[in-house]
Nanobody, 120 residues
C-alpha cells in the first residue's frame, strides 16, 4: 500500500522561499508520475507541477519560473522548490502519486497536505 507524507509548509513573507517534500512509502516509486496540487479556501484543487517517471516536468502558468519540481528515486521523495512566493500562492499543497497508466484504476494516491501561507 502506498503512503505519501507531505512536509515543509509554513508561513513565509512575500518574496520568500520554501521547499516542500513528499516522502513515498511502498513499492515501485519509479513507476509513479508525481505531482503537486494546491487548494485555496473555497476553490478547487489545481495542478501546480508534475514530473513523469522519466523526469519530464510541467508547470501551471502561474508558477512557471518560480517553482521547480524534482524527484529523487533513491530516496523515494519528490520536492517542490518554491521561490519568489506571492500571497496568491497561499493554499494547502498536496502531493500526488499516479500509476494508473501502468497498474490500472485505483493506483492514485494523495498526501495529507501541508499548509503554505504567504503573508507579511
Amino acid at each position: 500500500q502506498v503512503q505519501l507524507v507531505d512536509s515543509g509548509g509554513g508561513l513565509v513573507q512575500p518574496g520568500g522561499s520554501l521547499r516542500l517534500s513528499c516522502a513515498f512509502s511502498g513499492s515501485a516509486f519509479r513507476i509513479y508520475a508525481m505531482a503537486w496540487y494546491r487548494q485555496a479556501p473555497g476553490k478547487q484543487r489545481d495542478l501546480v507541477a508534475g514530473i513523469t517517471t522519466n523526469g519530464v516536468t510541467n508547470y501551471a502558468n502561474s508558477v512557471k519560473g518560480r517553482f521547480t519540481i524534482s524527484r529523487d528515486n533513491a530516496k523515494n521523495t519528490v520536492y517542490l522548490q518554491m521561490n519568489s512566493l506571492k500571497p496568491e500562492d497561499t493554499a494547502v499543497y498536496y502531493c500526488n502519486a499516479d500509476a494508473r497508466a501502468v497498474l490500472g484504476i485505483g493506483n492514485r494516491y494523495w498526501g495529507q497536505g501541508t499548509q503554505v501561507t504567504v503573508s507579511s
